[in-house]
């Protein structure tokens, strides 16, 4: 063979061996050959929300051997878990999710992450009724009786225990019942709840009378009657934050904090591979998850979903939902008393309900100077809108009388929870809503949880994803 023909060989082979290469099917997905390599993450599970829900997933799957990435678009896990530090006292004040069930599974879920626990003690209360839409204290407000409390309690105990299933989601009878779709406000008269409805509103903050009686009954269920009359937990710093501290100390840069996710790409007919590709804008720039299966545990609104490409089904269940606004704040001022909690009573409304939009109540922290504010609305509203309301309301606290020395309030923190308690109406329920709702589990390699799913509750929810992952792992 002359040098010349050698040559001409090797150009041949190299040539040859491109075209192979061309040919060959990559084992890439797509969408991965538009990142650099260290930019592909490639996870078993990802989880979009790094909130209660989505941070409890992150550590149960990890501990079940399978690698996660959560993607989370505010800085910080935890979601409606907030906690203010005082810089002077350095006392930390929770002043979004305060109480957890005690349950073994609350409990081994702090021991999993080493944060210790305590029952929480509810200082007693030095509490005036102040209707807020006039500042003035309705002496003639007359809270019920322990007894009358006690009796309403047992009727209501007795209608919950007809339908055990609904403490482990909206798990309902077919056809559903009339007495779950009923307004909760001909329950109240039905069975004579009257004692119980300003407590269910406490618990509730929201405008009840108007909503199906199942949703009452998931929010003020047997389990948490249970803890209201036999003690909370809590954390025992009284800084519930450190829950996900402690995760993101676990999690470490598979929690993907202040990032946004931009699309998702799931196929039709997902595979057992790698078929679910994520793309998120992180403070390092682009990512690219590529996942087998996605948890979703955000709010599915279809807005909040924009980066989904949903499927007739999903979009048709999550476009039924409405929505109250919910926000959470600590304000400085001098004048209102440390020691007093003001609840907003409506003077002339059914069962001293407040009328809203307005602040739910005003409450202690233990650090002087500093107050709570809750404050809800039946539906959307900007934060300023909010925090002009707020002001507005201590005004009329100091010209009402109920508080000569309220003055306008310094916000120190202030929160919005809004979109808050999904629900949907009495027709949809009776049409299968949820039957329908649950039957997207598993479509498309997606799962959900979060509260929309069964309750605003973080210990009921972890109980509830508790019961999502063996689907999602199978
Ligand atoms: C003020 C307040 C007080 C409460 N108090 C209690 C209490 O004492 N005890 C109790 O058990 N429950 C309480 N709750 C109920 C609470 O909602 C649940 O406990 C629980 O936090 C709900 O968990 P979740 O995972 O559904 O939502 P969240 O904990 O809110 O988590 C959702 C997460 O998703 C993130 N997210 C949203 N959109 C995106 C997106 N596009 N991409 C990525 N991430 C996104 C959010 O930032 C958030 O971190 C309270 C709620 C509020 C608002």
């Known amino acids: 063979m002359t040098p010349s023909t050698r040559t001409l060989l090797k150009v041949c082979l190299r040539l040859y061996l491109i075209g192979v290469a061309l040919a060959l099917p990559s084992n890439k997905h797509e969408h991965e050959r538009n990142y650099k390599p260290q930019d592909v993450i490639i996870r078993d599970v990802c989880i979009i929300g790094g909130g209660s829900t989505g941070t409890y997933s992150a550590i149960r799957l990890r501990d079940m051997g399978k690698s996660v990435a959560v993607v989370e678009i505010k800085d910080r896990l935890g979601g409606h878990t907030e906690t203010y530090i005082d810089p002077v006292s350095h006392v930390p004040i929770d002043y979004g999710v305060e109480f957890f ?13 080493g944060v210790s626990w305590t029952k929480a003690i509810i200082p007693p209360i030095n509490t005036q009724n102040v209707d807020f839409r006039t ?4 002496a003639s407000y007359v809270p019920a009786s322990q007894a009358a409390l006690g009796q309403a309690l047992g009727v209501w105990t007795s209608l919950l225990l007809k339908y055990p299933t609904l403490n482990y989601g909206f798990i309902l009878p077919d056809p559903v019942p009339d007495e779950l779709l009923t307004p909760f406000r001909d329950t109240v008269k039905k069975y004579s709840l009257d004692a119980l409805v300003y407590l269910i509103f406490e618990f509730r903050q929201e405008s009840i009378l108007d909503q199906p009686t199942l949703y009452v009954m998931k929010n003020f269920g047997l389990d948490l009657i249970n803890n209201i009359i036999n003690g909370f937990l809590t954390t025992a710093d009284h800084d519930n934050s450190e829950i996900y501290q402690k995760a993101l100390g676990i999690l470490g840069t598979d929690a993907l904090l202040s990032s946004k996710v931009e699309n998702i790409d799931r196929p039709s007919s997902p595979s057992a591979n790698y078929t679910i590709s994520i793309a998120v804008s992180t403070p390092s720039g682009r990512k690219l998850i590529v996942a087998k299966k996605l948890l979703i545990t955000i709010p599915p609104l279809p807005h909040i979903l924009d980066f989904l490409d949903l499927t007739d089904a999903e979009r048709d269940v999550f476009s039924q939902f409405n929505f109250v606004g919910y926000w959470t704040s600590i304000v400085r001022h001098d004048g209102i008393p440390d020691d007093i909690q003001i609840n907003n009573i409506g003077a002339d409304t059914p069962y001293n309900l407040p009328v809203l939009p307005g602040i739910i109540s005003i409450t202690q922290t233990g650090v002087p100077g500093l107050h709570g504010v809750k404050f809800g609305s039946p539906y959307a509203m900007s934060d300023d809108d909010v925090k002009n309301s707020i002001i507005d309301t201590f005004k009329r606290l100091k010209t009402g009388g109920a508080d000569v020395n309220a003055t306008a309030p310094d916000f120190v923190v202030f929160s919005s929870h809004t979109p808050f308690d999904l629900k949907v109406g009495a027709d949809a329920i009776k049409a299968g809503f949820y039957e329908k709702m649950y039957a997207l589990q598993g ?19 972890w109980a509830f994803t508790e019961g999502v992952l063996p689907s999602l792992l199978a």
Request: no cysteine; glycine share 8%; hydrophobic share 45%.
């Open 443 to 461: 479509v498309r390699g997606t799962w959900w949880t979060g509260a929309a799913w069964n309750v605003h509750d973080s210990s009921l929810l």
């Open 101 to 113: 069930h005690n349950l073994s599974l609350v409990t081994d879920w702090f021991t999993r992450l």
């Open 135 to 138: 500042g003035i204290i309705d």
